[in-house]
Nanobody
Framework: QVRLVESGGGLVQAGGSLRLSCAAS??????MGWYRQAPGKQRELVAS???????YYADSVKGRFAVSRDNAKMTMALQMNSLKPEDTAVYYC????????????????WGQGTQVTVSS
């Protein structure tokens, strides 16, 4: 299975920015995505990206977050701007060799997560 390691989380004031990174290794990576889970809330898909650069964003982050990837380096990033307290969560990287992020969420690999805390 693919090994995934997230980094870049931290504490930021509302309106600030953070950039998360996900490093993949040990397997074929096609679909990749960022998920987040806040205490007491369901895990939700934040953004996903194909090898070709096609992206999806949750409505709650459109216009504020940008997902990108470097296939040669096997990395994925999430640029998070105009952060809101509701963005506070543990952010997880998900990936697999399939081309569907939805299927990857059920069968793919997960990172350990990185905490993002946005103060009001």
């Amino acid at each position: 299975q693919v090994r995934l390691v997230e980094s870049g989380g931290g504490l930021v004031q509302a309106g600030g920015s953070l950039r998360l990174s996900c490093a993949a290794s040990g397997g074929i990576v096609n679909a990749m995505g960022w998920y987040r889970q806040a205490p007491g809330k369901q895990r939700e898909l934040v953004a996903s990206i194909t090898r070709g650069g096609n992206t999806y964003y949750a409505d709650s982050v459109k216009g504020r977050f940008a997902v990108s990837r470097d296939n040669a380096k096997m990395t994925m990033a999430l640029q998070m701007n105009s952060l809101k307290p509701e963005d506070t969560a543990v952010y997880y990287c998900n990936a697999c060799q399939l081309y569907s992020s939805i299927i990857c969420s059920a069968t793919g690999s997960w990172g350990q997560g990185t905490q993002v805390t946005v103060s009001s």
